[in-house]
């Protein structure tokens, strides 16, 4: 049966307020936790481009790491909140932390030097450029004679 957009995965909670584990992420990555790395994969003549969406990180909270052909995009963030009364006294700490992790396979022939990362209006941008693959020798058949 089809439900109106109004009925999300979440209603409830919004509904009524209820805390859940979501609320953590919310605290963390902002109202649109939920939308946390969309990406998009363009291609073009001689590179891809990849557009990481990672609103509210600075480029200290974003690591990219490339081993075994994988392009991995590791974002941690977190948050302390300490709240003390009248006279000084920790009367409720928090402390948070979040790490999201998302990794692409882009082959064995590029290294670090290769790949251009730009931040800029919390969009990661990468440049990845296309390299022939290797080439797997071609079947060579031995004659028999007689």
């Given at each position: 049966?089809?439900?109106?957009?109004?009925?999300?995965?979440?209603?409830?909670?919004?509904?009524?307020?209820?805390?859940?584990?979501?609320?953590?992420?919310?605290?963390?990555?902002?109202?649109?936790?939920?939308?946390?790395?969309?990406?998009?994969?363009?291609?073009?003549d001689d590179h891809y481009e990849v557009n990481i969406d990672l609103p509210g990180f600075?480029?200290?909270?974003?690591?990219?790491?490339?081993?075994?052909?994988?392009?991995?995009?590791?974002?941690?963030?977190?948050?302390?909140?300490?709240?003390?009364?009248?006279?000084?006294?920790?009367?409720?700490?928090?402390?948070?932390?979040?790490?999201?992790?998302?990794?692409?396979?882009?082959?064995?022939?590029?290294?670090?030097?290769?790949?251009?990362?730009?931040?800029?209006?919390?969009?990661?941008?990468?440049?990845?450029?296309?390299?022939?693959?290797?080439?797997?020798?071609?079947?060579?058949?031995?004659?028999?004679?007689?």
């Open positions: 049966m089809l439900m109106p957009s109004i009925f999300a995965e979440n209603l409830f909670d919004d509904w009524f307020d209820f805390p859940s584990v979501r609320d953590i992420d919310r605290r963390l990555y902002g109202k649109n936790a939920a939308r946390e790395m969309k990406t998009d994969v363009r291609e073009h600075r480029k200290e909270d974003i690591t990219l790491t490339l081993e075994n052909g994988y392009l991995t995009v590791t974002a941690a963030k977190s948050l302390d909140k300490d709240e003390t009364n009248k006279k000084g006294k920790v009367i409720r700490q928090e402390r948070w932390e979040g790490t999201m992790k998302r990794s692409f396979y882009v082959g064995d022939a590029l290294t670090e030097e290769d790949i251009g990362a730009k931040l800029e209006h919390g969009v990661l941008t990468l440049n990845v450029p296309k390299r022939d693959a290797k080439k797997v020798p071609e079947k060579k058949l031995i004659q028999i004679e007689g």
